[in-house]
């Protein structure tokens, strides 16, 4: 999975139904996705946490898209952060882990900031997964190619994808160019209460269930429909 940025639920429901953990850090940058950016609940309201980074070629990789060196943006997610979930109830262990990310840490790329929170988030969340990078496995090919190089270079016999690659691994044959079996993520966020908000709001960064609900609910939502079998 790319590593993307204070991901969603369904981000750690993939890395609690895994032995291994692969963050495709080996292909290309997308501008303006969840790569660089994602959504929180801010006074009642969604709101849009946007990474900024340098101007690089098209082609880059993301293990290779730097951070500008003014760091200004750093405080004005914590203070996002702190504004949106301080007052609820698991915001304050929510807010101490992430709190070196923002305030300490001086991350130069933005793999480098996304893997810091992914681990730091799954850790909270009581998920021992072992986590590896793409680019550092060095396998070659493109789109179901790729996939399929890594998963043996794992020595794997299963492999989970989420549903959003369903269409391009069945167009291009996953099951045909290999032995190893092939298993589509199920996770359906359910609602919870989000404080201060009628509405609810889905498809939210996981901190949102982690500070409103804590992490025990928080650890048990995203291990639900976990694929084992």
């Known amino acids: 999975m790319q590593p993307t940025y204070l991901p969603w639920s369904g981000y750690f429901n993939l890395i609690a139904s895994v032995d291994t953990f692969v963050f495709l850090d080996d292909v290309q940058f997308e501008k303006q996705s969840w790569q660089s950016r994602n959504r929180i609940l801010l006074s009642g309201n969604e709101h849009m946490l946007s990474v900024p980074v340098k101007k690089m070629p098209l082609q880059t ?19 996002s952060l702190e504004a949106a979930y301080q007052k609820t109830p698991g915001g ?11 305030n300490e840490s001086r991350h130069t790329h933005l793999f480098e900031l996304n893997k810091d929170i992914i681990i730091r988030l799954a850790r909270l969340l009581q ?33 989970l994808s989420p549903q959003g690659a369903r269409d391009y691994l069945e167009s291009d044959g996953f099951e045909r160019q290999t032995s190893i079996n092939l298993v589509f993520q199920s996770f359906s966020p359910g609602e ?19 500070a409103n609900m ?16």
């Open 61 to 79: 990789p993301i293990s290779d898209i730097e951070l500008p060196e003014i760091t200004t943006w750093r405080g004005k997610h914590w203070k």
């Open 92 to 102: 304050k262990v929510l807010l101490d882990v992430l709190n070196p990310v923002y």
């Open 127 to 159: 998920l021992d997964t072992r986590f590896i990078q793409a680019s550092d496995l060095k396998c070659s090919g493109e789109r179901t190619a790729h996939v399929i190089r890594i998963c043996e270079a794992l020595g794997c016999d299963r492999y």
């Open 192 to 210: 919870y209460v989000q404080l201060g908000n009628k509405a609810f709001a889905s498809h939210l960064s996981v901190v949102d269930v982690l």
């Open 214 to 229: 804590g992490v025990e609910f928080a650890a048990n939502y995203v291990k639900e429909t976990v694929c084992r079998s």
